[in-house]
């Protein structure tokens, strides 16, 4: 299989840490495929309106509007706040009106991932409502299929809708072998297709 150098946008929020490891190990994944993976982030929502940087203190810089037309494939992931996505990506996606408009994700798969502090607390709800304005993109959705073994072995994160971590409260458990495998199978997967519709 040829990922036919495909670009993936790997886009997440992190708060304490966990997501943006789990990002890290998602653009692995896509440079095992022979891909290219960016990784973006977003800026927190504050209640009081003020003009961000355009680099955050730390870590990848800030998504730009130029980095979904620049990508074959996208990868997004946030937390879980009450069962849903947390609010500075969606504020952020609520903001692609023109892409939407325009087709810039349409026909371009995309991928889901989250973490959670305790084991039933919304990572499939959160997967799927993320899931909700990438088909409004017309983006293909790329889940990981049971063949990947990991799937059966887990006994924290990881499902057939994507990529999840428990981190078992505020103390912050590592990342699992099997959480870290799903991972990197729904990065290259991601890459893969990317590269085949490419080729289309």
């Known amino acids: 299989m040829s990922s036919s150098n495909a670009k993936i946008l790997v886009l997440y929020?992190?708060?304490?840490?966990?997501?943006?490891?789990?990002?890290?190990l998602i653009a692995r994944g896509v440079e095992a495929a022979g891909s290219e993976a960016r990784l973006r982030?977003?800026?927190?929502?504050?209640p009081q309106p003020s003009d961000h940087e355009d680099l955050p203190d730390d870590g990848p810089?800030?998504?730009?509007?130029?980095?979904?037309?620049?990508?074959?494939?996208?990868?997004?992931?946030?937390?879980?706040?009450?069962?849903?996505m947390a609010a500075p990506l969606k504020h952020f996606i609520d903001q692609t009106g023109s892409e939407w408009v325009s087709g810039t994700l349409t026909?371009?798969?995309?991928?889901?991932?989250t973490s959670t502090s305790s084991l039933h607390g919304g990572q499939e709800s959160t997967l799927l409502s993320m899931m909700l304005p990438l088909i409004h993109h017309g983006m293909v959705m790329?889940?990981?299929?049971?063949?990947?073994?990991?799937?059966?072995?887990?006994?924290?994160?990881?499902?057939?809708?994507?990529?999840?971590?428990?981190?078992?409260?505020?103390?912050?458990?590592p990342i699992s072998d099997d959480e870290k495998q799903v991972c990197q199978?729904?990065?290259?997967?991601?890459?893969?297709?990317?590269?085949k519709l490419n080729d289309v």
């Open 13 to 24: 929020y992190s708060r304490t840490g966990s997501v943006a490891r789990l990002a890290r």
């Open 41 to 46: 982030t977003v800026p927190a929502v504050s």
């Open 61 to 84: 810089p800030y998504v730009s509007r130029s980095d979904l037309d620049w990508c074959d494939g996208l990868a997004l992931g946030s937390p879980t706040r009450f069962g849903n």
């Open 107 to 113: 026909n371009k798969p995309a991928a889901v991932f």
């Open 142 to 173: 790329v889940g990981v299929p049971y063949s990947e073994p990991a799937l059966h072995h887990t006994r924290s994160g990881g499902t057939p809708y994507g990529a999840s971590h428990f981190t078992a409260g505020d103390d912050g458990a």
């Open 185 to 195: 199978t729904l990065g290259k997967r991601l890459a893969l297709i990317a590269g």
